[in-house]
């Protein structure tokens, strides 16, 4: 995957997830559908963490924790959407200038030796990112649904 592609993917998931979320306010940031389940809030703050992991992970693979605990508490101090969105924001900054700083050769070269994804091309953790952010999105159009909030379509302004 090109350097180019990277940023764009990355550019696209910021976006979509954004447009998607944005009609969330702070009315709702601590509201899970169950008890147990993260709020829209944590949810956020969750993807941000998981953008940070998977860039630290890729470059370091001691990083690629699995100490699933500490990184819930981490998320679980998060009580407002103001505050996950801009640890949203400095993940994604993050990795638009890891991505910049990073060779083309680099980018494709094998993941270290890691319990999750094996060696596999380091690229590949952008899609995981896309994944991982289209499955949250999506997560949170519900809780705002279950809030009476009509979501808008993520691809486009309507």
Known sequence: ?????ILQELQSAQE???????????EVANFAPVEGTMTAAQQVAHVAQTI???FEGAFRPEAFSSDWEAAAKETAAVTSLAV?????DRAFAAA??????TSQEDWNAPLAPNPFFGEIPRFVIIGAITDHTAHHRGA????????????????MDM
């Open 1 to 5: 995957m090109h350097k180019q592609a």
């Open 16 to 26: 979509f997830f954004n447009r998607s979320t944005r009609n969330l306010t702070e």
């Open 96 to 101: 638009r200038a890891k991505t910049e700083a």
């Open 52 to 54: 940070e992991w998977f």
């Open 84 to 88: 996950a969105r801009e640890w949203l």
């Open 140 to 155: 949170l159009t519900v809780y705002a649904r279950l809030n009476n909030i009509t979501p808008p379509m993520p691809y």
